[in-house]
Nanobody, 125 residues
């Protein structure tokens, strides 16, 4: 499974961005998978942002983004989205999408099997 993340860029505080993560590969449509977004700011550890399960699409968020970010998925397109609103300078990071060969979502990075290449989000005035 290959994951391709895109949608990052430079925005001002308070603005919005939507990240996309498209999954491809010979087996991507043959199993159900949960997906997540993580981020890594310069000089910091990678941290969980949001996750979504397969099926009922249960969602989970880090406290720092609750109420501002929304994760969603389009299973027909094998794509997961991260809508980011009211962006703050502290949201600046490389954002990574991830997928795991399980229906259940989790915020634990080591439980994900596949990772995208990352897309840079910079929030600055």
């Amino acid at each position: 499974v290959q994951l391709q993340a895109c949608g990052g860029g430079l925005v001002q505080p308070g603005e919005s961005l939507r990240l996309s993560c498209a999954a491809s590969g010979p087996t991507v449509s043959s199993y159900n998978y949960a997906a997540g977004w993580f981020r890594q700011a310069p000089g910091k550890e990678r941290e969980f942002v949001a996750a979504i399960s397969w099926g009922f699409s249960n969602t989970y968020y880090a406290d720092s983004v609750k109420g501002r970010f929304a994760i969603s998925r389009d299973n027909a397109k094998n794509t997961v989205y991260l809508q980011m609103n009211s962006l703050k300078p502290e949201d600046t990071a490389v954002y990574y999408c991830a997928a795991r060969s399980s229906r259940g979502a989790t915020g634990v990075a080591r439980l994900y099997d596949y990772w995208g290449q990352g897309t840079l989000v910079t929030v600055s005035s």
